[in-house]
C-alpha cells in the first residue's frame, strides 16, 4: 500500500503542476491576444489619422495651387518683388500654410515683420543713403525680439 501511496502521490503532483502551467500559459495566450487586438486598434486609429493628414494635406496643396492663380496673389507676388522687402520664405509659410512661397528668389531672407499682411507694403521709394543700414538694423530688432519671444 505504500508503495501504490508513493505511486499516486508521484503521479499526481506532477500532473497537477503540469495542468497549473497549463493555465498560467492559456492566461497568458489570452492576454496577449487582448495586446494585440489593443494595439492593431490603436494601429488602425493611426492608419485613419494618417489617411485623414494625407487629405487635408493634398486638399491644402489644390487650394494653395488655385490661389497662386488669382490675381490678388499676382498682385501680392508683383508687391513684393517690386518692393524688394527681405521677406522670409520661411515666415512667410508658416504664417499662410498650404501656400507655396518657393517662387521667392533667394534675397527675400529675412522676416521684416511679424504678420504677412501685403496691404502693408507700400510702394517702393528710392534708396536713401544709410537707408541699407537703417533696415539691416530693424531686421537685427526684429531677430533678436522674435528671438527673446520663442
Not at 29 to 42: F, I, R, Y
Not at 66 to 78: A, D, G, I, L, R
Not at 118 to 134: F, I
Amino acid at each position: 500500500m505504500g508503495d501504490e501511496l508513493n505511486h499516486l502521490y508521484l503521479n499526481y503532483v506532477p500532473r497537477e503542476e503540469l495542468m497549473r502551467a497549463n493555465r498560467r500559459l492559456e492566461e497568458a495566450k489570452v492576454e496577449l491576444g487582448l495586446c494585440q487586438a489593443s494595439s492593431q486598434v490603436k494601429i488602425d486609429k493611426l492608419k485613419a489619422q494618417l489617411t485623414e493628414a494625407k487629405s487635408e494635406l493634398s486638399d491644402a496643396k489644390c487650394l494653395a495651387e488655385k490661389f497662386s492663380k488669382t490675381e490678388e496673389f499676382v498682385v501680392m507676388q508683383n508687391k513684393i518683388m517690386e518692393c524688394g522687402v527681405n521677406w522670409s520664405v520661411r515666415q512667410a509659410s508658416i504664417e499662410h500654410p498650404g501656400i507655396d512661397f518657393s517662387f521667392l528668389p533667394i534675397r527675400f531672407k529675412a522676416a521684416c515683420d511679424n504678420n504677412f499682411d501685403d496691404t502693408r507694403l507700400e510702394p517702393c521709394s528710392p534708396a536713401k543713403e544709410g537707408d541699407q543700414e537703417q533696415f539691416h538694423d530693424s531686421l537685427e530688432m526684429n531677430r533678436v525680439d522674435s528671438d527673446m519671444s520663442s
